[in-house]
């Protein structure tokens, strides 16, 4: 599987971004699919998920109520609706896929097999 991101850039706090994740090399609904970031200095964390069959999310805490996943079946894609962006959210967005079928697992990073290279997201002013 091969995941390609893109839809990073600069925004200003309060702003809106949607990021992208293309998949390619296999079905796309046979798998989870998950967004992480990375902060210079921090480590890698769980932004918000998706359960293969695209029926269950998962949103962690300081995104839940902002952030949207999606996906789009017929162009296997996935996407993440950022809303009311905040300078904390600036770091490197990552996409990545997985076949756990622990949804303990879902916010671990370890459940995923696959990952894009990353897009850039900076929120300032």
């Known amino acids: 599987v091969q995941l390609q991101a893109s839809g990073g850039g600069l925004v200003q706090p309060g702003g809106s971004l949607r990021l992208s994740c293309a998949a390619s090399?296999?079905?796309?609904?046979?798998?989870?699919m998950g967004w992480f970031r990375q902060a210079p200095g921090k480590e890698r964390e769980f932004v918000a998920a998706?359960?293969?069959?695209?029926?269950?999310?998962y949103y962690s805490d300081s995104v839940k109520g902002r952030f949207t996943v999606s996906r789009d079946s017929a162009s296997n894609t996935a996407h993440l609706l950022m809303n009311s962006l905040k300078p904390e959210d600036t770091a490197l967005y990552y996409c990545?896929?997985?076949?756990?079928?622990?949804?303990?697992?879902?916010?671990?990073?370890?459940?995923?097999?696959?990952w894009g290279q990353g897009t850039l997201v900076t929120v300032s002013s």
């Open positions: 990545a896929a997985g076949t756990t079928q622990i949804t303990s697992t879902m916010r671990n990073p370890l459940a995923y097999s696959y």
């Open positions: 090399g296999r079905t796309f609904n046979s798998l989870n």
């Open positions: 998706f359960r293969r069959g695209g029926v269950a999310t």
